[in-house]
């Protein structure tokens, strides 16, 4: 073996990002907890930072969605409950408005789930779709009744649509390995 | 999935599909809290949320700052001219402060300059088009608490809603759940100002006398803010179906995309702050309606 491959890796190396294993369902729920608050952080904070209305993209929903699939069913709700209050507690949204909307996404997947085959792109993609119209139809009802309808101009629709479209595109990018036709049966036993 | 665990999962979605009903029962208020555990996630991410602020502006000056190097000079010039002009018209404006300390104290005001004030730097906002929230950079440990006004140079901005340990998101006035108790300068009348995305609605009755580029200022009866802070100009006046009253479509002088530091009033009376904690703001509104009869 070789001086250079008996030096350390540095902690930013790509092969230790790797090792990390970011994404929806890491097998740990710790490791799930931190990277659920990393994606609100990305959405409540990052996100904002650009300063352009239009620029609302929905990086939570598809997470969580995969995480109700993937994970059991305690744990998923462990996380949506997390990703709900976390996003609430960073702006004036109606408290409980997002945990209602993700707790019944949640258990609805968690029911239907065994009942789907995941390796295929219409399940993933039905799943985002309806989603992400779910939680903003939500929040328009919740809109309607406070306010009215003056609350709905064009760029609040177009901030929608692009949520949606977001949600559905990011949500498949990160659903992409359970595609393939050798790819695991992501819902658990 | 078991048999038993089945049944649970079923009762939990049931459970799960009843929820709107207590949602929409309740008073639909944001989160209040000032409690660590209630803020736990915020206080885990407030450290990067405050080195991304902190970076992103070093990085944004940088570059603002090397843009601007070439236009200095003839700013200099500019400035120092308009300085001269400012400081002979800042004399006339000492005399005038006296003037009106003098006519306060003759009227008994509470002065404003009196009381304490917090000077806290915006680090974030929300751009959630009917939600929008700012978190400042100042919490309890800076003796910011619930309930607090928080304004800028040019009026209102809002109300501290939440209190981290060293932040704070700000209730904006322009959110629908967002009350405050209002004078027209001009004539006097007194009304409720109520958020609505990005402008203000007062509903008023029809006779009251009211024109397009009215000022809006704060009454100082309760809300904790002091009276006469300028809240924003009158831009449409529309009469309602019902022929009594009239909305009022109000433009806050504060901009608020552009806020980049704000002024936390330490006006707090703790006897109106427990009244609102628990009976809502609602509670201010329904006051004022029942002193108008």
Redesign the interface.
Known sequence: MSLIDDKPLSWWSPKNFKDLNFGPNSGSLTKDIIFI?VV??IQ??????F???L??IDIVTPWIMITAVRQN?AKA?IIGF?AA??L??????????YL?AY??AI??I??IR?ALSWRHLVPWFVTYFVATVWLQM??SF??F???GP??F?L??WL?NILKVASGVAIGLYFSREWLSIDGEEPVPK | MNQRSRVLWRTVLICSLLSPFVFFASSMKPWKSSSTLGLLFQEILYPFEFLWDATTETIGNSISHYISLSETAKENTRLTSQLTILETKLLDYDEKLQEISRLRKLLGFVQLRGKRHIVAEVIGATNNLPFRSIRINKGEWDDVRVGMPVVTANGVVGRIIRTGKKFSDIHMLIDSNFNLDILLQRTRVRGVLKGFGDHSVITLNRRAEIKIGDTIITSGIIGGFPKGLPVGRVVKISYESDHISQSVKVEPWVQFDRIEEVVILDTHDPEIQKIIESAGNEWISDQVDREKG
């Open positions: 608050l609100c952080f409540s904070v990052i996100f904002p930072t300063d352009l209305n620029l609302s069913a709700t997390i209050i976390t609430e507690m960073h702006s004036t949204i109606p408290a409980g408005l209602i707790w019944i258990n609805i968690i029911q065994s939500f929040v919740v809109l009744l406070s306010r003056e609350t101009t760029l609040f901030q």
